[in-house]
């Protein structure tokens, strides 16, 4: 596995996300200026940028964060503040969520392939919080839908969820027409963060759904509202989360149990030696299954890739190449 970058200090972690109509011309400029800022204030993260808005995860320095998020919203709109801003902590020693600052240009900030959905505004009664989401979701008429992926899902979900078992949200809309018939009922659905919840509930009400409700800020929100080891959480296992942490666990701590698989990225916790150079590894379900079916198990591609070609003979232990990150 490569090895994970460890905290030296405390960092501070704010996701935040904010749909509105960029130009081409904003984008680049947004892009140019966002990479700048960054570097003078030291900030690291990933942020998806596009002309339907943004969708970050920034880190850095409590001092400077701040500042940086207030210099982003205005590059957007003069005076624009961020107003579902996530907050977590990774203390020292923990795993930091990114070694730099990338920003990636898509057509979505968030992949349903309906480029043409326009968000509620925010603030619309379809939000509620995590207070009345916990109260919400413990009533036994309603239904409770997982809109993320498996690789997500598999780890950890609220109780009494339905998890789609799709691949990719564009699978979402899909799924919802063969498996949910019953569009009256209460309906609560969630995500990492709640920026997939803001197409996806528009994408329900458009099929007829009237009673849908969104967790405001995502699981994120809920975990920082109701943590795993001091309240009654509905949250069970562990957040799939899109950096170096793979997960946070119930209170939002950076995950002990999982690393990234280094054959598909996948949250990963089964240790391993490699058939072929001996060197231990962490595979995920998927992976580790295939590999035990076949009796190969191996600690990355390329010893996958030479055990295929020349079986049963071994090899030196190999210099890994991070898996590739997958995002949203
Ligand atoms: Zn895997
Ligand atoms: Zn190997």
Not at 93 to 100: L, S, Y
Not at 109 to 135: A, Y
Not at 245 to 252: C, N, S
Request: with cysteine.
């Amino acid at each position: 596995m490569p090895p994970v970058p460890r905290a030296e200090n405390r960092i501070e972690v704010k996701t935040f996300y904010h749909f509105l109509t960029l130009s081409e011309d904003d984008v680049t400029r947004v892009k140019a200026d966002m990479e700048a800022a960054a570097e003078r204030l030291h900030i690291a993260g990933l942020v998806i940028l596009g002309k339907e808005g943004l969708n970050a995860t920034a880190s850095g320095p409590s001092e400077t964060l701040p500042t940086f998020l207030k210099e982003v919203g205005n590059m957007l709109v003069p005076g624009f503040e961020f107003f579902n801003v996530k907050t977590s902590w990774v203390e020292p020693g923990e795993k930091i969520p990114f070694k730099g600052f990338l920003v990636k240009v898509r057509r979505e900030i968030v992949t349903l392939k309906r480029p043409d959905i326009l968000p509620h505004e925010p603030g619309s009664n379809t939000h509620i919080s995590p207070e009345e989401w916990h109260k919400g979701i413990q009533d036994p008429d309603a239904i409770i839908i997982d809109t993320r992926n498996t690789y997500e899902t598999s780890i950890g979900t609220f109780r009494g969820a339905i998890t789609p078992e799709i691949e990719e949200f564009s699978d979402f809309p899909e799924w919802l027409d063969q498996n949910v018939k019953d569009k009256a009922k209460p309906t609560y659905i969630f995500c990492t963060g709640g920026i997939r919840c803001e197409k996806a509930i528009v994408a329900m009400e458009e099929r007829g759904f009237t009673n849908v409700k969104q967790l405001d800020g995502g699981i994120l929100n809920y975990i920082d509202q109701f943590p795993a080891s001091k309240t009654s959480s509905l949250w069970d296992g562990e957040c799939f989360v899109f950096d170096n942490r793979i997960a946070v666990d119930g209170d939002g701590r950076a995950s002990q149990k999982y690393s990234a698989c280094p054959h598909c990225g996948q949250p990963a916790d089964h240790s391993i030696f490699c058939v072929r150079c001996d060197s231990p590894a962490v595979l995920c379900d998927d992976c580790y299954n295939k590999k035990a079916e076949t009796g190969s198990e191996t600690c990355s591609k390329n010893c996958a890739n030479q055990w295929t070609v020349h079986p049963g003979r071994k090899g030196r232990p190999q210099i890994l190449t991070p898996p590739t990150k997958r995002v949203e």
